[in-house]
């Protein structure tokens, strides 16, 4: 060998140590680090069951890229998984197995992996698996457990790896050297690496279930188990925990705890619950469009823990909640066992997908909000693996979110389905508000599909249009509200949470709809204004009163005539009288009560009435005043029976007026009585008819009034 050729040896052999120097102290500093979890050892069907995902979602390059050629199996289904962990163990691994596809790739060829070894093309996708575990623990043997199951597959790989060993660790370090990577993060796109920093530090959101704790009893739970409370995630450390700035029943807690929070008593007895924090915001804006007796559509099949938080905060409210594209029985008896655990109990499941249901079905006329959560890229997650599996979402958007950007032909396609939900949540026509939430970055799912929807015509003339409408996000400030018509709610992803867009769209008001009392008092118990405050439902005795009220206001026309008839007999007798001034005050003004609406539960009290001056015919509707007093004497009080007084006509008394002469100076021949009646359900006796008017009230009353004269000047007022 030439000199020139040690001289490049040796300058190779030295960027390849101070390469593995570079990554050794790498290593010590982020296993010291607190926010790393230590490496997993997976087993031996994990890496099955991850080469089989690999499969299904690894990219799909052009023949005269193809470095690696993993088969062809398109009838390949996703293995089935004995418990959640080795499903997420699995998902990660092809995961990341996909976001390092080219350097593993890569690797293989260099060292001379290939095509000195002779595997089939169904094996290479447990080869590439295997090879990014392998190297993630920098090469070093796998920990295998006694009891772990063979699989002689995964085994006879594993072997023929180990035995590459040098020489896939030096393909690995001129990769680095290649690409000038400190670590093999550096290779990929800055947004994907973007995304892995901010899934290490997303904090975990999670709602109290009020139909089984307290905020208080939480609250004194934690604090025995030793955590402290702080005033923002910014102070999340080791056991502390925040409130969400958004909403009132969602705690916040550091990421490290997931493992031992999910041990906790509060949460395995189904009293907290992790969620996603956009899930929380959307039916918190659902409960705020909600009047009583309102039921809901949940058109896509989310989370179960979704459903029933919207029912948690329901509970107040007579409702059902229909939840949409339940098709699996095993699902649909997973989540009725977990709404009995967490004690929901007005869920109604559908096998239909939400498009092929009819917007005239009978058992949704009492539907009058939906809540959308379409299928989306989840562009704005942190960790995609955690949002395929929870969101039960297409696995082949891990391929796209891998590279850290959604392909345009994925971006339509979703856009189609996400509108198509849109057009149809819009036909019902007794809906009167929708919540569209995703998790998406992108304005192809979000303000596009608004702004298009908002354009569509709905048929018949008699149907209102819907518009956007404000946020009903509680604790939302104004700051948050992003966009160009400042009535979307939008969150960029962050240290402290995913990407979220929230839409509301209301039906425009019909102006002759008139709006409860109830209906009032639960939209602002939607929104916190009436804490502690139960709203009254409405009973059999109400309905009732109201038919009540409603026959004697039938009657009202009556009184009307009566008193017509009272001042035509006044009008009369003015043109007879001279004015005089009154002999005494007039008693305090009585508040005045519609006559129908008021009941005695004991006869009224005997109010005396005052004369007055007579002027003019312009006011003489004193009787009527009068009457109208009479009637409203006193509130009524509250009683088992209530019994409505039904009016009657009334009989003019006689008047008796002075002897007048035609001389200006005439003198009264004789002193003047004036008698008065007061209301009463007895029987008077035949001497006091020729002297006062008659004067009755048909009804009952529990006691008999004493007939009485009263001496009084005026005894018609």
């Given at each position: ?20 120097l ?5 290593e010590?500093i ?6 790393l ?10 890496f ?26 398109p ?9 959640e962990r080795a ?30 070894q ?5 094996m ?29 597959e ?96 969602l705690?916040?807690?550091?990421p ?11 949460f ?43 029912s ?19 699902r ?10 967490m ?58 979110l ?15 389905q ?10 019902f ?6 919540v ?17 929807a908002?354009?569509?015509?709905m ?6 249009p ?25 969150v ?50 109400d ?51 519609s ?43 509250t ?16 008047v008796?007026l ?60």
């Amino acid at each position: 060998m030439t000199f020139r050729g040690n001289l490049e040896l040796d300058r190779s052999s030295n960027s390849v140590a101070n390469l593995n120097l570079v990554s050794s102290t790498t290593e010590f500093i982020l296993r010291s680090s607190s926010s790393l979890t230590e490496k997993v050892s997976y087993p031996d069907q994990v890496f099955i069951d991850a080469a089989q995902i690999f499969q299904s979602i690894h990219m799909k390059k052009p023949p005269d890229r193809i470095l690696v050629k993993y088969g062809s199996d398109p009838g390949l289904s996703l293995p089935d998984f004995k418990d959640e962990r080795a499903q997420r163990l699995s998902y990660e691994l092809a995961f990341n197995t996909v976001k390092y596809q080219d350097l593993l790739e890569t690797i293989l060829l260099d060292s001379g992996f290939y095509p000195s070894q002779q595997f089939t093309d169904e094996m290479s996708s447990l080869i590439v698996v295997m090879l990014y575990d392998f190297q993630d623990r920098k090469f070093q043997p796998r920990s295998i457990s006694n009891s772990e199951v063979i699989i002689e597959e995964v085994r006879e790989v594993e072997n023929v790896l180990y035995s590459f060993k040098t020489k896939l660790a030096a393909a690995l370090a001129r990769s680095r050297i290649k690409h000038d990577a400190l670590t093999i993060e550096y290779i990929l796109p800055e947004t994907v690496r973007k995304q892995e920093q901010r899934a290490s530090t997303l904090p975990l959101y999670a709602w109290i279930n009020t139909a089984k704790a307290s905020l208080t009893d939480i609250f004194h739970t934690l604090k025995k188990e030793g955590f402290t409370k702080v005033n923002s995630p910014s102070y999340l450390d080791e056991y502390t925990y925040c409130m969400d700035t958004h909403c009132q029943d969602l705690l916040v807690f550091p990421p490290h705890l997931k493992d031992e929070l999910n041990n906790l008593e509060i949460f395995i007895g189904y009293k907290l619950l992790l969620q996603e924090k956009s899930h929380s915001l959307a039916v918190h804006s659902v409960k705020a469009l909600m009047n009583m007796d309102d039921d809901i559509i949940v058109a896509n099949p989310c989370p179960g823990f979704t459903v029933a938080h919207m029912s948690v905060l329901a509970k107040q409210f007579t409702c059902n909640i229909f939840v949409c594209g339940i098709k699996s029985e095993t699902r649909e008896a997973e989540l009725q066992d977990l709404f009995t655990n967490m004690e929901c109990k007005n869920i109604k499941l559908l096998k239909e997908n939400f498009t092929d249901i009819d917007p005239t079905d009978h058992k949704l006329q009492k539907a009058k909000v939906i809540l959308l959560l379409p299928q989306c890229s989840g562009s704005g997650v942190s960790d995609p693996v955690e949002f395929v599996l929870n969101e039960h979402g297409d696995t082949a958007l891990l391929r796209d979110l891998s590279q850290g950007s959604v392909a345009a032909d994925t971006l339509n396609d979703l856009a189609k389905q996400q509108l198509s939900e849109l057009f149809h949540a819009m036909k019902f026509n007794k809906v009167q508000g929708i919540v569209y939430c995703t998790c998406s970055v992108y304005h192809e799912e979000n303000e596009d599909v608004i702004n298009k929807a908002l354009k569509f015509k709905m048929e018949g003339s008699n149907v209102l249009p819907y518009r956007l409408g404000p946020p009903v996000i509680p604790l939302c400030s104004s700051s948050e509200i992003i966009s160009s018509s400042d009535n979307i709610f939008k969150v960029e992803p962050s240290e402290i949470t995913n990407g979220c867009f929230l839409a509301v769209l209301t039906r425009e008001r019909d102006p002759s709809e008139s709006v409860s009392v109830k209906d009032v008092l639960a939209r602002a118990a939607a929104k916190g204004l009436l804490e502690g405050i139960e709203i009254p439902k409405s009973s059999k005795r109400d309905e009732r009163k109201k038919k009540a009220k409603a026959a004697v206001q039938k009657a009202a026309p009556t009184i009307s005539v009566t008193q017509t008839r009272i001042t035509e007999f006044l009008n009369r007798e003015n043109s007879l009288t001279i004015g005089r001034a009154s002999t005494s005050k007039p008693d305090p003004a009585i508040p005045q009560k519609s006559i129908s609406s008021f009941q005695f539960k004991k006869p009224p009290k005997q109010v005396s009435i005052s004369p007055v001056t007579v002027k003019n015919a312009s006011n003489l509707s004193s009787m009527s005043r009068i009457l109208d007093r009479q009637a409203s004497i006193a509130k009524p009080k509250t009683q088992e029976k209530m019994i409505v007084l039904k009016p009657v006509q009334i009989v003019l008394p006689p008047v008796r007026l002075p002897y007048y002469t035609t001389s200006p100076a005439f003198k009264v021949q004789g002193p003047i009585h004036y008698y008065h009646q007061r209301w009463h359900a007895g029987v008077r006796s035949s001497a006091s008819l020729s002297l006062i008017p008659t004067l009755s009230i048909v009804g009952k009353s529990k006691e008999t009034l004493p007939f009485r004269v009263v001496r009084h000047p005026r005894p018609w007022l």
